[in-house]
């Protein structure tokens, strides 16, 4: 039998799973797997399956539901400025994903030279890492303005950014935290006074100037060691 992996489908219907033909691909052709084995699977909405395969061709795979393991969500949210390097947003995506969490903000920042985001591409990335992982939660990405932003969640945003001034320590940081990171060049003087009206809480991430990518990691897994 094939090593341990997770696999991933939204199918799941009267004990039976059902893949799409990328992932039945994947999991026969690539990974050998046939009929009879079993295997884990997710339906990124926070639950683990056991089961064992039905049918097995590199078009369609269908497995029994044999078990099942549900777990607690992530709740820690990323508000992050678009960057202007899509290769920079998708590491973002990944690590977070493979860490935990809830939700994935872009933000169309003054300062970002990017205003446009392929969502398509992240949502890959973002199902990729947590099979990766054994994960079983697919956050939820989508691109937002800061208006949006400070409607949703007003005095439960964590601000990060560089300018002077007093910070929290990121001890703050838990699961539960609604964490904003600034693009390249930091969010604009403008969109921190308006995150400063919605008594946001301004924080630290240390003394060193880290990249927006950077930052954005640092800051989840923060919150999740804090969990």
Request: glycine content about 6%; some cysteine; charged content about 25%.
């Amino acid at each position: 039998m094939p090593g341990h992996f997770t696999f991933y489908t939204e199918e799941i219907k009267n004990n039976q799973a059902v893949f799409s033909e990328s992932e039945s691909k994947h999991m026969v052709q690539v990974l050998r797997y046939s009929q009879g084995d079993t295997i884990e699977f997710t339906n990124g909405k926070g639950t683990i399956f056991k089961g064992s395969l039905l049918e097995a061709n590199r078009k369609s795979v269908v497995a029994k539901v044999e078990e099942k393991t549900t777990s607690d969500i992530p709740d820690t949210v990323l508000v992050l400025g678009i960057l202007k390097s899509s290769d920079r947003m998708e590491t973002v995506v990944e690590k977070c994903v493979e860490l935990g969490i809830n939700t994935i903000h872009l933000m169309p920042s003054e300062n970002s030279e990017r205003k446009k985001v392929n969502l398509d591409k992240l949502y890959k990335t973002a199902i990729a890492a947590m099979k990766q992982s054994h994960g079983n939660y697919l956050p939820s990405i989508k691109v937002s303005s800061i208006q949006e932003i400070i409607q949703e969640y007003g005095d439960k945003l964590m601000l990060a950014h560089c300018r002077d001034g007093f910070k929290a320590l990121p001890k703050v940081l838990n699961r539960d935290s609604i964490i904003c990171v600034g693009p390249e060049g930091d969010f604009s003087e403008k969109e921190i006074d308006l995150f400063k009206v919605a008594k946001a809480t301004e924080i630290s991430l240390g003394k060193r100037i880290l990249r927006a990518e950077t930052a954005a990691i640092a800051a989840i897994t923060l919150a999740n060691l804090n969990a």
